[in-house]
């Protein structure tokens, strides 16, 4: 498999945490978006939950109209966001777990035990003419869950493995990217289009890119806590340089 230019995705989920921590509308997310772009994002994410704790219905809806790159919408299976999500009309919809207590998205998707819930959602967005992921554990079982249910994309939940490198725990870390790898290659060879994201940042992020079967790679609260420090858009072309750089060892590896 040919190693194709690595797809920048940037979550700005946490542009609106820290203006719903005050209230009132700024920093504004949509700008957020607009200057990610603008240093070389291929699309925006952001994640409208139940509880509206970041991104709100009305900047889902900014968001869309106002960007030039394709909008990725995070969202739940539930009825309430697959009717937003067919009226807003995104590009793409990735379905993740969702709990109220959580922090953020703690695992991937219960593809296995929850796979006859998730077929009509995945069918209604499709029908939408809206591209499905799958947020996944990087298992083998998730991989083929994901593909039965019929959703074109997964994308695999790189947590556990950036939790371990920045613990330095390296035989943890050398065992989750292995599952990583191991994960991307089934979801190439079963004809699923594979994406990544959670907890990366400029090395992890490297790394990763290495792996051919990889096409996007989805990555948020780094780069708004890189922003803090150098803004914005430094921080997103630092990481576009970093995948670059990790895209170019997987072609002069092949």
């Given at each position: ?6 797809r920048l995705?940037?979550?700005i ?14 920093p504004?997310p ?7 772009i ?16 970041h ?5 889902m809806?900014?968001i869309?109209r106002?960007?030039?790159k ?33 922090r953020?998205?703690e ?9 006859d ?6 069918d ?10 799958l947020?996944?554990?990087p298992?083998?079982d998730?991989?083929?869950?994901a593909?039965?249910i019929?959703?074109?994309v ?6 556990a ?10 035989e943890?870390a ?7 790898r191991v ?8 004809g ?5 994201g959670?907890g ?22 780094f780069?708004?806590g890189?922003?803090?420090?150098i803004?914005?858009?430094?921080a997103v ?13 997987a072609?002069?590896?092949?």
């Open positions: 498999m040919s190693a194709s230019r690595l995705g940037v979550n989920d946490h542009v609106a945490t820290v203006r719903n921590a005050r209230g009132g509308g700024l504004d949509v700008r957020a978006a607009l200057l990610a603008e240093a070389g994002a291929d699309g925006i994410t952001a994640h409208l939950r139940e509880d509206r704790r991104i709100r219905d009305e900047d809806a900014r869309r106002e960007i030039s394709p909008l990725n919408f995070e969202m739940a299976a539930t009825d309430q966001m697959l009717d937003i999500a067919l009226r807003t009309k995104p590009h793409a919809s990735c379905l993740v777990p969702e709990k109220r207590t959580e953020t998205t695992g991937g998707l219960d593809v296995v035990g929850g796979h819930y998730l077929v009509p959602y995945v209604q967005l499709k029908r939408g003419g809206i591209r499905v992921s947020f996944i554990e298992s083998i998730a991989i083929d869950a593909r039965s019929g959703a074109p997964v994308e695999l939940h790189t947590g493995w950036c939790h371990a490198v920045e613990n330095g725990e390296t943890k050398d065992h989750e990217f292995g599952r990583i994960a991307a290659a089934r979801a190439a060879q079963v699923l289009e594979c994406h990544a959670h990366l940042d400029f090395a992890t992020a490297r790394k990763i890119a290495a792996l051919p079967q990889i096409v996007e790679l989805n990555i948020g609260h780069l708004i890189e922003a803090i420090f803004g914005l858009a430094p072309r630092q990481m576009r340089a970093a995948m670059d750089e990790g895209r170019r060892q072609v002069a590896g092949a």
